[in-house]
């Protein structure tokens, strides 16, 4: 499943070519980075995280056996990596009270958003995943951002894609619960 430019790469960096790891560093460092950011919320954090991954990558690297794609690995990697700055720092995540929850309320909220111009829609949901706990907001950006499958997302976060349509589905009425105190409530009216 990896494509045949990052095995040709991987190949190169095994037979000792080292210096072909900067090739892997530079197509994936925006991912890495992006996702530790969502995840730790804090830029140094996230550009010491994404330096770890790489270097866990790289001294890993033959352990990757190719039955994913490469990027889901180097996903997994980093949210493993994310998870245990997390653990070290032992912060306390942001919890967000759920209230009683419909369909038609995560539906609604949905027709609201999808009247908001794109790039405002965009922004006011990433304003509001800073405010979802680490995991949450790194499964519905790994979801909704980067347009991953729950396939790929059970990989990265090493769960049954079943229990990512699960804790996607609770992280969604999360984010729901803060978008609909953050957006002006006669939007949503509007809409129901």
């Known amino acids: 499943m990896t494509t045949n430019q990052d095995q040709i790469?991987?190949?190169?960096?095994?037979?000792?070519?080292?210096?072909?790891?900067?090739?892997?560093?530079?197509?994936?460092?925006?991912?890495?980075?992006?996702?530790?950011?969502?995840?730790?919320?804090?830029?140094?954090?996230?550009?010491?995280?994404?330096?770890?991954?790489?270097?866990?990558?790289?001294?890993?690297?033959?352990?990757?056996?190719?039955?994913?794609?490469?990027?889901?690995?180097?996903?997994?990697?980093?949210?493993?990596?994310?998870?245990?700055?997390?653990?070290?720092?032992?912060?306390?995540?942001?919890?967000?009270?759920?209230?009683?929850?419909?369909?038609?309320?995560?539906?609604?909220?949905?027709?609201?958003?999808?009247?908001?111009?794109a790039k405002e829609r965009k922004q006011a949901i990433q304003d509001c995943l800073q405010l979802l706990p680490a995991d949450d907001c790194a499964l519905l950006t790994l979801y909704y951002f980067d347009e991953l499958s729950l396939e790929e997302i059970a990989k990265i976060i090493g769960i049954k894609a079943n229990n990512v349509k699960v804790k996607l589905f609770r992280s969604r009425k999360k984010l729901t619960t803060i978008l609909q105190n953050k957006l002006e409530p006669e939007i949503i009216e509007y809409y129901e």
């Open 9 to 117: 790469i991987i190949n190169k960096i095994l037979d000792g070519d080292t210096k072909a790891f900067s090739v892997l560093v530079d197509r994936y460092k925006g991912l890495v980075f992006s996702l530790a950011m969502q995840m730790l919320k804090n830029k140094e954090e996230a550009e010491e995280v994404s330096q770890d991954s790489f270097i866990k990558v790289f001294k890993k690297l033959e352990k990757f056996k190719g039955d994913s794609k490469f990027s889901t690995w180097i996903y997994r990697v980093t949210y493993n990596t994310c998870l245990d700055r997390l653990k070290s720092n032992k912060r306390m995540l942001n919890t967000v009270a759920i209230n009683e929850f419909t369909e038609h309320n995560v539906k609604t909220l949905d027709n609201a958003l999808s009247q908001l111009e």
